[in-house]
């Protein structure tokens, strides 16, 4: 069964860290370009960071640069985003997605993050 399962989510105060991770199953992992997503109540989903297959390019959105690492561990099929300096506009449901050309995307079923004191 192709399954990705985003996991680390939680409550955190502003300034706080977070790492999100994203199990995947049933496909080649080590094929595909991942991405972390975020949707923020009342707004569209955004693309937060992406990586390629064997982890050797990264892009971040404006908005999380210098603050957010995406990473992967293809050995272990797992996908992470290490979140620091976390604010109040960082809360949102965050999604992990699979893709790769020729192929159906794969979505996580998303992991709140919610920022606040």
């Known amino acids: 069964q192709v399954q990705l399962v985003e996991s680390g989510g939680g409550l955190v105060q502003p300034g706080g860290s977070l790492r999100l991770s994203c199990a995947a199953s049933?496909?080649?992992?080590?094929?595909?370009?991942m991405g972390w997503y975020r949707q923020a109540p009342g707004k569209e989903r955004e693309l937060v960071a992406a990586?390629?297959?064997?982890?050797?390019?990264?892009n971040y959105a404006d908005s999380v640069k210098g603050r957010f690492t995406i990473s992967r561990e293809n050995a272990k099929n797992t996908l992470y985003l290490q979140m620091n300096s976390l604010k109040p506009e960082d809360t949102a449901v965050y999604y992990c997605?699979?893709?790769?050309?020729?192929?159906?995307?794969?979505w996580g079923q998303g992991t709140l993050v919610t920022v606040s004191s």
């Open positions: 990586i390629t297959s064997g982890g050797g390019n990264t």
């Open positions: 049933g496909f080649t992992f080590n094929t595909y370009v």
């Open positions: 997605k699979a893709v790769r050309i020729g192929y159906r995307e794969v």
